[in-house]
């Protein structure tokens, strides 16, 4: 897949991020009935789920993005990207 | 080790193969999400619930996957100065009012027609709106092909936009201006749609592409940014009532992470118009998917006279058409990429 110019390859953080991601999902599954239970009581509970996916998305989203890179799939630059046509000049005050 | 019992009217026993379901599932579903800016909760919804898991734990769990993950794909596309986040924030707000009518036709059809009613208008409209959308853009992509692959506004939103009704709102990224008045039939049709289906892209994406003008690029990437939006704004709802399985939604996020930034990577390797092109192929498919499972609220309905038999066999057809566009969805954007990876990008001077 194309790289961009000097690109280096994540590696260590792949892994770094792999362990942290591994180690949550451990400790997520190993309490998962526990877990689910306090988080299927409802009303002020459901802060649970959602501060919880946003941890788990940060660590793994961060080593999927990394993985992905360490394998040599990275966006690809866009040639001589074409201007968005602006919208025509005018006088104003608030556009 | 865990000794708490779940409540089993709410949460399944996890096996190997539901887990493994779930995360290859995700993982497509995260895959199409990225490349099209929606999908993959058409797919996930049903097949948790052919896991066994209750309606509403299989709606909630989706959509406490789903905002984090479209918030991943958001940040990667936003880094290849593809998200407009004006245009995302301004169709969330009345996707959100949508959202909310919506759920009251919904009701209004329950309370008249009873859930075999309901469910039969979920399905009719859903094949509606997928076959002549789908069918649009289907037909709008092979004329883009065809011209070479360049992205033009459409004839109707050039003309909206030269109308100006206060207030005018500029979108940079985009490179538009257009009045706020005509952002919010997209947003509103885009809330009724993911309020009926679950699915608001695929009326938000072609609508930020056809009425407002955005190029799908652009629409397809501001759409996760809607999706987050309403996708929390959901969860909370959902949560609150303790709907949430918090286990099926990790796995699925396992697998999702992983594909959104594939699909998001993916667009950055195809012409413009093959958004479309696999936008509009999984929304036919899907339609044909929905079809074939509208007989069985006709037989509840008593106005058609089909076996168990059939109606079981055409579930499972109907379901297998579900994965089915999924798959191919992704295998297009595999291909792509794959073909794309191979042409030589030019030197910047």
């Known amino acids: 897949m194309a790289q961009p110019t000097g690109g280096k390859k994540p590696v260590l953080k792949t892994i770094i991020y792999g362990v942290v991601s591994v180690a949550l999902y451990a400790a997520a599954f190993t309490h998962a009935n526990t877990l689910t239970e306090l988080f299927s009581r409802g009303s002020f509970w459901a802060a649970g789920p959602i501060l919880t996916v946003f941890v788990f998305s940060y ?12 394998l040599g799939v990275v966006a690809r630059p866009r040639a001589a990207k074409r201007p968005a046509a602006r919208p025509q000049a005018r006088a104003t005050i608030n556009a | 080790m865990e000794t708490l019992l779940l409540d089993t009217s709410k949460f399944i026993e996890l096996n190997f193969q539901a887990v493994g379901f779930l995360f290859i599932v995700g993982f497509i579903g995260g895959l199409v999400s990225g490349f099209i800016g929606s999908g993959g909760a058409f797919v996930l919804t049903p097949g948790m619930m052919s896991l066994g898991v209750p309606g509403t734990v299989a709606v909630a769990s989706n959509m406490c996957h789903k905002f984090p993950k479209a918030l991943v794909g958001a940040i990667k596309r936003f880094r290849y100065g593809q998200v407009d986040i004006k245009l995302g924030l301004i169709t969330a707000a009345s996707a959100g009012v949508g959202v909310q009518i919506g759920i009251m036709i919904q009701r209004a059809i329950l309370d008249r027609w009873g859930q075999a009613g309901s469910d039969l208008y979920v399905s009719l409209s859903f094949v509606a709106v997928l076959v002549i959308v ?85 629409a397809s990437a501001s759409e996760l940014v809607v999706a987050f939006i309403m996708g929390m704004a959901g969860t909370v709802n959902w ?111």
């Open chain 1, 59 to 70: 660590a793994h989203g961060t080593f999927a993005s990394n993985l992905w890179s360490c």
């Open chain 2, 134 to 218: 789908g069918g649009y853009i289907m037909m709008d992509a092979v004329k883009c092909a065809r011209c070479g692959g360049e992205e033009k506004p459409s004839s109707l939103a050039q003309r909206l936009q030269k109308i100006e009704i206060w207030p005018m709102i500029t979108f940079k990224t985009s490179g538009l201006r257009i009045s706020l008045w005509f952002t919010i039939p997209v947003g509103l049709a885009t809330g009724m749609l993911a309020a009926t289906i679950a699915v608001g892209g695929f009326i938000g994406v072609p609508g930020m592409i056809y009425v407002v003008g955005a190029s799908s690029l652009v």
């Open chain 2, 239 to 349: 949560a609150m009532h303790g709907m949430v399985d918090i286990r099926l939604v990790l796995i699925i996020l396992a697998g999702s992470l992983l594909g959104v930034q594939l699909g998001a990577i993916g667009t950055t390797y195809v012409r413009e118009h093959m958004i479309k092109s696999v936008m509009a192929t999984i929304m036919l498919i899907v339609a044909v998917s929905r079809a074939i499972a509208v007989p069985k609220y006709l037989v509840k309905l008593g106005i058609m006279d089909v076996s168990e038999g059939a109606l079981s066999i055409m579930g499972s057809v109907s379901f297998a058409f579900m994965c089915l566009a999924l798959g191919v969805g992704s295998v297009i954007i595999l291909g792509a990429m794959w073909k794309g990876r191979r042409v030589e990008v030019p030197s910047r001077a």
